[in-house]
């Protein structure tokens, strides 16, 4: 019987209202699901009030519970404000790999070919964020400096992940970090593609210097792909790739943390845009990606009914937009609330049916 207790990250803005209006979707009245939901508020005051304290407490109750849900939230530019919440869960729960993946908007005219899925996997933590930076001298003989590191166990789990979604997506393992300009720093986790694909030798797989990578993908074929990709490598070109798309509204990010096996223990689902400050309390803002990583975060709960409510959130989402329904962003003029509608009631029949097929 499924029993399972999600953490829910209040955020700012935007963020806050797309999360509100995603949480409809997973209603029992929707999905014939009971989901116990803990609530945690990240907005900034609360952040700010606590001195982070509430993030450290949300990330506990994660580490716990093994899935939550995030708004996006402001991080402030001041130095020694409360930062970023995200560096924060990410370290708490030892997130390693962020995937974000690109897929068909029905009705959008994507970029350069790109029909079949693209999945990003980079790295969660490492790399150029959260490096020590500092400056040397005066005038135009000032210099800045930067340490960044990357660890092996980090490397291992993106590669991994990478090989492993390829696998299940029938996709092709593609790029990679530029590994011939730095072979020691980069190059450990070109080492770890090559040791993943040896583990899984059906999997193709085609090595790419991330410049090329980018190139490659302007040209692309229409392949399906897995990019696994350094932190800020990844960030880069998620966003691209999800642009490509035709939106970076239409698609989940999802924080994954792994046991010793790099089974995944922890998940963390959110959208992969930030408060958008400018749509705030207007209703027009585009639910998609929130709506999508919860569809994506139910997957985890490795239960039949689960995967059959995430399907139907999938389907009923894509179907919306390709029957015309869709927000400002994709052409059309549903509002934020008129699109969730939408999706609720095709959800709704979708289950509907799929339980009375079920003896043909």
């Known amino acids: 019987m499924l029993n399972k207790t999600v953490v829910v990250m209040q955020g700012d803005q935007t963020g806050q209202e797309l999360l509100d209006e995603s949480l409809r979707v997973l209603q ?6 009971e989901i116990n939901f803990e609530t945690y508020d990240l907005s900034l005051g609360k952040r700010r009030e606590t001195k982070n304290e509430i993030v450290h407490e949300a990330a506990r ?23 970023s919440p995200n560096a924060i869960l990410r370290r708490e729960i030892d997130g390693k790999v962020i995937v974000r993946t690109g897929r068909r908007i029905p009705g959008i005219l994507p970029v350069a070919g790109a029909y079949a899925p693209i999945s990003v ?23 800045a400096y930067r340490t960044e590191t990357i660890d092996r166990a980090t490397c291992r789990a993106v590669a ?24 020691v720093y980069e190059g450990m986790l070109k ?18 210097l991330i410049d090329a990578t980018y190139a490659l993908l302007l040209s692309s074929a229409g392949d399906a792909m897995v990019i696994p990709a350094l932190n800020r490598d990844g960030d880069c070109l998620s966003d691209m790739v999800l642009q490509m798309f035709g939106s970076i509204a239409g698609a989940e990010s999802v924080l994954l943390g792994f046991d010793e ?56 989402t894509i179907e919306a937009v390709s029957s015309g329904i869709r927000t400002s962003d994709l052409g059309g003029s549903a509002t934020t609330s008129e ?7 095709k959800i709704k029949t979708k289950l509907d049916v799929w339980s009375t097929m079920q003896n043909f």
């Open 339 to 345: 699109f969730v509608d939408a999706i609720i009631d």
């Open 191 to 208: 080492e770890e593609m090559d040791e993943a694909h040896k583990k899984y030798p059906t999997v193709q797989y085609e090595p790419q």
């Open 61 to 83: 109750a994660m580490k716990k519970h093994g899935y939550g849900i995030k708004a996006a939230t402001i991080t402030p530019e001041q130095k020694g404000d409360v930062g």
């Open 160 to 183: 991994e992940f990478a090989f492993r979604h390829a696998k299940k997506i029938n996709a092709k393992v593609f790029g990679g970090p530029k590994y011939t300009v730095s072979p």
């Open 28 to 33: 029992p009245d929707v999905i014939g699901l």
């Open 261 to 316: 096996s790099f089974n995944t223990e922890t998940v963390m689902v959110e959208a992969p845009h930030g408060t958008a400050p400018s749509l705030f309390g207007k209703n027009i803002a585009n639910p998609m990606a929130m709506i999508l990583a919860n569809a994506s975060l139910l997957t985890y709960f490795n239960d039949p009914k689960a995967n059959m409510a995430s399907r139907a959130i999938y389907e009923a």
């Open 121 to 143: 996997v980079r790295m969660a933590v490492g790399d150029a964020y959260g490096a020590k930076e500092w400056r040397e001298g005066e005038g135009l003989n000032e210099q």
